[in-house]
């Protein structure tokens, strides 16, 4: 084995399988996108050459959130995987192995993971985008005139994935493979970041306060003052989401129970604070832009059906919101699928991490049933966290934005959020649950404890 092969850094290829699933799924939409985009604006420019315009600046904003989220997913996977592996880099620092020469093979093997997964995922995206066309053209649904089968945007979005996919590898990389010692904490700044995070925050909520006050008095630029603000809070909540996260899956963690499977979950699921975060920050704001979406849209029509209008024009405002609202949910569940796929991902490699410990506790006297409950309510203390806290923030997000739209004309502040919504999302949380813990567990406990005390 070369000095330079990745291997050595992240082990097996299965180590960096989400790198390659994520940009699969990331390249994959964007694919899609842009290319119904084209197709889209060609036949739009037919009648009317502005919605090329309005369907590129659409695809953009939804690109670059779920390119985002994958940042975010590959970033902590890269991390975790560091994290696991941090006895056996260490050894490779003590026979010479710079932190220089560690990224960089990480950085290299990244590359060809994310550029395969990248690339079938493009191939795949835009052959169903071109099948969609194919049909909608034989139907009349689009002009039979000339369109473009690989625009040259779905080309350069593969590329950012990968590029996104290597940036992100050298930032989650750069703490734990820096200093003389891998692993070595720096939390010098952690202060200084904690204070421009609650400025942030507090910023953000002044302006979010702005924009409903803006919209209760019909001023027409409530909505952008409103997307700033959502924008600075964003920021501020996952500057200082290593500060509150932990705090808030502890808090949950109490409601599990006093069983000793309960009890080493609760302290299991706070013990590393940037594996917390980690497993919980991608999924809250995947659950956040869905909530936010739904919740906005849920007030606008509760908004509008206080208007004076006649049943047909408002039977007819209820189905172009309700289209409006699987449109945008369509365009933002890829983001998160992609940040399911990194929490699955991370539970798997933490409990493979965990393999030594999980064997000293069968060694200690542990059933396997209790392995498996520690595991699962682990799982659930940190995917409940973020469920609860993106349904809290996405319905006020939703809600200033419908207020900062149309407050002028509607009385009070309608806060909506549909029961089967809320059903869909606690119903996917729990299937989340259920794939992220069961099969790490069973792998965990099909080890003897004696093999698994031996695993260096």
Known sequence: ???NDYRLTAGSLRELSTVGVVCGLSAGYAGIILTASDFLGRAGEQSDGGIGVLLDIVSSVFIMIALFVAALVISNGVDTVIAG???QLELLRL????????RSSLTQGVAKVAALGALVGLVGGVAVADLARLVMVRRGLLPDIRYSYLPPTTLFAAG???????????????????????GRSTNGYRWLRNLVAVGLVGFGAVLLAGAVYLGEHGKTDGFFVAFFGTAITSVGLLLGAQTVVPA???????LLGSSPAAILARKNAVADKARTTRSTIGLFIGVTLIVTVIAGMTSLRESIERWDMTAEELDRNRETMTMMTWVLVGLIVISVIIAAVGFVSTMSLTVIGRTREIGML?????????????????????????MLAGLALGMVFGAVGSQSLIGALTPGFPIGLPLGALAAIVAGTV??????????????VSVAPVDALAVV
């Open 1 to 3: 084995m070369r000095a």
């Open 85 to 87: 592996r941090q006895r």
């Open 95 to 102: 026979i010479g192995a710079s932190a220089k020469q560690l």
């Open 160 to 182: 950012t994935v990968i590029g996104v996919a290597v940036v992100a590898t050298v930032i989650g990389s750069r703490r734990t493979l820096a200093g003389t010692a891998v």
């Open 248 to 254: 808030l899956v502890a808090g949950l963690g109490r």
């Open 362 to 386: 069968r060694a200690m006297g542990f059933t396997a049933k209790q392995v498996r409950q520690t595991i699962t309510l682990e799982s659930i203390a940190l995917s409940g966290t973020a």
């Open 431 to 444: 299937a989340l649950v259920a794939v992220a813990s069961l099969p790490p567990s069973r792998r965990a």
